[in-house]
């Protein structure tokens, strides 16, 4: 083998020829072996955003270096000249090369490798590996989104869709996300979380692609309900069955708090707790203590509680009907969306008779609410459609905020979720 096409295939160039390779001294870890390369005779003359044939303009800024993958220990860079071309679409670029990406100081290889590891490697482990700042990790990291974007159409085939936000950032910073219930793979996503953020969403799909969606699923929010009835009216919109329990279970927690407050500021180890029986009642400090104790067992799924939790929740059988009501309301309603389909509808028009006459005030503002939210409701119970795919991926956003220690750029966040989530993640260079 020849020393060119050895050095060829020790640097991952194709379409390149290799003119010299030589040591620099003048690296920041000791020194540099520099690869003097020029492009192969077809991909020479190109623009650099489009790689059209274009004619040659001028010799440009003289030679440049791209930082190419370490050779063991070594630091490699390829240097080349830099000349630019006339594009008839983009004016006076640079020319293409085929072992990088337009704009980048960095090689297409060290790119995808970057990217690979962004997603599974906390940002010191990436930044001591590639010798490189957390920046520029992300500077790569939209460099390869935006290379596969350029050539995936993320929108093809959408007809069921989930909507959801997600926090990403202290201060209520919050990204609006979009996945596809059909092949689970995260399509859209951008900062905020209001109208103009969705309507966005709509715009980069299109009136006809819009027009083509038959189901989109949501957390019952009236920004998402608002566009979705604009842009798609003809989708069906299904509230989420998982936040509608969870109005339920807000509703018994504020009726936990209210009795726990008020066995709290019992002066002298007793205060008043109302009528039953024709009888007063008193609330001692102890009980207190316990109900605090006892909120797990409220929350959480009859069949996921500990023994402990199960004599909390005999305790509030004997001593506290108004908060044991309020939280077999909470259950029942779960058992609507257990069932689902025509009994599950029924079960529910029981339900808001009963949260009707229960005289708990939470849980009569919350039956207005459901039936204010009633058509998606009953679409959902229909179709089965929940959010519990999109909280998953929303899981997966938050773990890799966490990895990466946080994100200032929240464009280099979503570039990253596109690649974990969205299918956009590059192989290893030189793997299948």
């Not at 083998?1 to 390149?16: D, K, Y």
């Not at 960095?106 to 940002?123: E, I, M, Q, Y």
């Not at 400090?285 to 959480?300: E, F, I, N, V």
């Amino acid at each position: 083998m020849r020393n060119a096409s050895l050095w060829r295939g020790l640097l991952g160039l194709e379409r390149a020829v290799v003119e010299g390779v030589e040591f620099d001294g003048d690296g920041p870890g000791g020194p540099v072996l520099v690869a003097r390369v020029r492009p192969a005779k077809g991909p020479r003359g190109r623009c650099g955003r489009c790689e059209a044939r274009s004619p040659w303009y001028d010799r440009g800024e003289g030679r440049r270096r791209w930082r190419a993958l370490d050779l063991g220990s070594v630091r490699a860079e390829l240097e080349a000249e830099a000349p630019r071309v006339r594009c008839r679409e983009h004016g006076v670029v640079v020319a293409h090369v085929p072992w990088a990406r337009h704009g980048a100081g960095h090689t297409r290889d060290f790119d995808d490798t970057v990217g690979w590891l962004a997603v599974a490697c906390s940002k010191t482990t990436v930044t001591e590996l590639m010798g490189i700042a957390w920046r520029t990790v992300g500077a790569i990291v939209k460099r390869v989104c935006a290379d596969v974007d350029a050539v995936t159409d993320r929108f093809a085939g959408l007809r069921r869709i989930g909507i959801d936000e997600v926090s990403y950032k202290r201060g209520f910073q919050y990204l609006t996300v979009v996945v596809d219930h059909d092949t689970g793979r995260l399509v859209w996503a951008a900062p905020g979380r209001d109208r103009a953020t969705l309507s966005r969403f709509f715009d980069a799909l299109g009136a006809e692609r819009a027009r083509a969606l038959t189901h989109v699923s949501g957390d019952g929010a009236d920004w998402i309900a608002h566009v979705v009835g604009q842009r798609a009216p003809q989708a069906v919109l299904c509230a989420d069955p998982f936040h509608v329990v969870a109005w339920a279970t807000d509703c018994l927690d504020t009726v936990r708090r209210q009795i726990w407050n008020t066995a709290r500021r019992s002066p002298g180890g007793t205060a008043p707790r109302g009528r039953q029986a024709g009888r007063r009642q008193h609330l001692s400090r102890g009980d207190a203590k316990t109900l605090k104790r006892a909120r797990w067992a409220l929350w959480k799924n009859p069949e996921d509680l500990t023994d402990k939790q199960r004599e909390h929740l005999a305790w509030i059988v004997r001593t506290h009907p108004t908060l044991y009501r309020a939280y077999l309301l909470k259950e029942a309603l779960r058992h609507v969306f257990k069932i689902k389909g025509e009994p599950g509808k029924h079960a529910l028009d029981c339900w808001l008779a009963w949260a009707q006459r229960s005289r708990i005030p939470e849980f009569v503002e919350l039956g207005r609410k459901i039936k204010r939210h009633l058509p998606a409701i009953h679409a959902s119970l229909d179709h089965g459609l929940s959010n519990a795919l999109i909280e998953s991926v929303n899981t997966k956003i938050r773990l890799l905020t966490r990895i990466a220690f946080g994100f200032k750029d929240p464009h280099a966040l979503i570039a990253l979720a596109m690649l974990a989530l969205g299918g956009y993640r590059p192989p290893l260079p030189g793997r299948t």
